[in-house]
């Protein structure tokens, strides 16, 4: 008697599934950073499908830095620092505009690379918004793509750390605009500084 596969037969090799990845990603990805992603998942015959989620920009974070770039000293002989000048409306604006121009291209560099991907922008806290995809899509696996981030990293605050924490699947973390071996090192990657 011959054993016939059971509906809970979930093979990822039997071109009949999906395949679904969410992808937490800091800044729109290079046709590179699609290219390695797309890599990942080339052996897999079911058909393969990214959930971009890309943080809202936060316009009071760019206030917060902008007054950070000022030295001490100047902003003590200047107290009298405008925020009134600052068009908050017009800056959260262009934060989203900023956020949704980099998921655009970040969907486009997937579908260049030969993905199929759909995406949203979320002013969510990003584990928590990363954690509520995973469930909601059944995601098999989540990829967060950040820029180096040394200290967060070096305390395990960081995204990947955090939702490693909170997920019950695999958590890759990739630095975005560095392929595999200068990640690895072979580079100037982040453990080749």
Known sequence: MSETPTPTDDSIH?????YDVVLL?????????A???RSLHSEIEDRVVYHVLI?????????EASLGTLGAGDLMAAPALAMNDVDIEALRRECEENSSSELQ????AIKAAGGEATGKVTSEPPVDAL??????VDAREAIILTRPHVVAEFFHVDWTSRARRK??????????HENFDEQAGAGEGVSGL
């Open 25 to 33: 990603v800091e800044q729109a990805l290079t046709s590179v950073d």
């Open 35 to 37: 290219e390695q992603v």
């Open 167 to 176: 997920l019950g699947v695999p958590v890759l973390h990739l630095i975005e």
């Open 14 to 18: 039997d071109g009949r599934g999906t």
């Open 55 to 63: 943080p809202l920009e936060d316009a009071a974070a760019r206030i």
């Open 131 to 136: 954690a509520a995809l995973v469930s909601a």
């Open 105 to 108: 291209h970040t969907l486009a």
